[in-house]
């Protein structure tokens, strides 16, 4: 039986998480030819993709899904029954940072793929296309070839590389009309035939020449690059905006101006309290080991930096605060604006919120955070601190009798907010710091506010 033939028409997706999630809603409302299901071990994970009530927010998502869902798109826990009539599986399992043995705190944690793929050889009963749809460091596809076809069933498993360049909060946006597709296989026939197979799902909405292909190790490694490259010009940017607040220059001014250069582009050179998301630090981290595990050490330093760079962003984000407010935040109540990663999420994986949190926990401050989709997520990563912070969803109520905003999340709503209002019921002096530069400074100096950004000279009122 030859299963990864071009007309394959059962397509399985492990992992019913950001990644999987949303991609497999793309594929299915674009390609009603073909079934696509999604499984995940976490229960509750599944029963919310199957209401109207999805575990991720991602603005649009819900529509796409409605479009596909119980047509041609099935979200499931049985893993094993879907496995068995699957042609194509697509892993979107989870590949954390290592938090334990060799390689902690850089190398990816490949438990759950390791264990996905040996049950997909436990249960596999034809030949199957395995498309690798999480982050992975590179080879780990050979790695997993060589689990899957150790098998004695005399079953072909054809592993690709098709990594995921969509950003979240913009996620439906991004797959509809991709810059690129990207889909590693090897080189043999079979592997060549695989390729067609999965180019062919693409081919329904996307243009052929956006689909590019590589050998599997590239495609591994473009990925990881990819967001190297675009962490890299936000710490870029965040080493000058430290520069800028010494010296009488605006970081918005110096990014406009070196962004019109087109060689440079204007995109991600926001200067900012951190970037976060599950994405760029892990990359990163995965690269500089890799580079390490080679013995190359300039290689991994160079990139190493960009994540300590965005640690120091971080850190004199808070350390600012704290010098600005008389030197102590103890007992002083401070709203956070903000805990997602990025505005239009509720993720808030590696989100610099997160950081700035614990830091004036540990400054015994009185935290206040609020944000629109986040505070569910936020109890997660505070659990070990829930009795130090308080969580409204108002940012009103949460500015009310505090001596300073921090800004930490871009939300759209925080530019719209009644400040006069929000001023009047603080303490004073009151002090705002702008860590995504998004506010009208100007115009809350002028209302009586301190206000601290980014990459610019404060305004000051003593
Ligand atoms: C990223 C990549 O963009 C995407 O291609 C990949 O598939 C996954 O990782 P994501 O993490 O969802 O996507 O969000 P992104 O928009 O890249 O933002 C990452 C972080 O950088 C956020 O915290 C964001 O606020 C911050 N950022 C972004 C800045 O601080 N300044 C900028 O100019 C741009
Ligand atoms: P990503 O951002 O990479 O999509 P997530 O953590 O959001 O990562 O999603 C990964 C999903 O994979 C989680 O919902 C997790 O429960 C699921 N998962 C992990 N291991 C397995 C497995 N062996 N079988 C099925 N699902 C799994």
């Known amino acids: 039986m030859e299963s990864n033939a071009k007309n394959a028409r059962n397509i399985l997706c492990i992992g019913a998480g950001y990644v999987g999630g949303p991609t497999m809603a793309m594929i299915a409302a674009r390609c009603p030819q073909y079934k696509v ?87 596999s009963t034809a030949d199957k296309i395995i498309v690798e749809k999480s982050t992975l460091p590179v080879r780990t596809a050979a790695a997993m070839s060589r689990i899957l076809n150790a098998n004695d069933k005399g079953i072909r498993f054809e592993v690709l590389s098709n990594p995921e360049f969509l950003a979240e909060g913009t996620a439906v946006a991004d797959m509809q009309n991709p810059d690129r597709v990207l889909i590693g296989a090897q080189g043999t026939p079979a592997g060549i035939k695989a390729l067609d197979a999965i180019v062919e799902i693409y081919a329904n909405w996307v243009e052929r020449d956006k689909i590019i292909t590589s050998n599997v190790w590239s495609a591994e490694l473009s990925k990881l690059v990819a967001n190297a490259f675009l962490a890299q010009r936000i710490s870029s940017i965040n080493s000058i905006s430290v520069l800028c607040e010494k010296t009488e220059a605006d970081v918005a001014e110096v990014s406009r101006a070196i962004g019109m250069d087109s060689r440079i582009g204007s995109r991600f050179l926001s200067s900012s309290v951190g970037f976060g998301g599950s994405c760029f630090q892990k990359d990163i981290l995965n690269l500089v080991y890799i580079a390490e595990s080679y013995g190359l050490d ?41 805990f997602a990663f990025k505005a239009d999420t509720g993720d808030t994986r590696e989100s610099p919120a997160i950081d700035v949190v614990k830091q004036l926990i540990e400054e015994r401050a009185r935290v206040v955070i609020t944000d629109p989709e986040a505070l569910d997520n936020a109890k997660i990563d505070l659990a070990g601190c829930l009795d130090k912070v308080e969580m409204l969803s108002d940012p009103y109520a949460a500015a009310q009798g505090a001596h300073a905003i921090a800004i930490c999340t871009e939300w759209q709503q925080y530019r719209e907010l009644d400040y006069k209002k929000i001023f009047d019921s603080m303490e004073k002096p009151a002090f705002i710091f702008d860590g995504r530069n998004v506010l009208d400074h100007k115009k809350l100096f002028d209302m009586g506010f301190n206000v601290f950004s980014i990459g610019k000279p404060a305004l000051k009122h003593f």
């Open 37 to 123: 299901t999604v499984v995940d071990i976490n229960a509750s994970r599944i029963s919310a993709w199957n209401s109207d009530n999805l575990p991720i927010y991602e603005p649009g998502l819900l529509g796409v899904v409605k479009e596909a869902r119980g047509r041609n798109l099935f979200f499931s826990t049985d893993v094993e029954a879907a496995i068995k009539e699957a042609d194509i599986i697509f892993v979107s399992v989870n590949t954390p940072t290592k938090t334990f043995g060799g390689g902690a705190g850089k190398a990816a944690d490949l438990q759950y793929w390791e264990k996905t793929a040996r049950m997909i050889v436990r249960v």
């Open 298 to 338: 300039e290689v991994a330093r160079y990139w190493e930096s960009v994540v300590l760079m965005n640690n120091y962003q971080k850190r004199r984000f808070v350390s600012n605060m704290i010098s600005t407010m008389f030197n102590t935040v103890a007992d002083k109540r401070i709203a956070v604006f903000g």
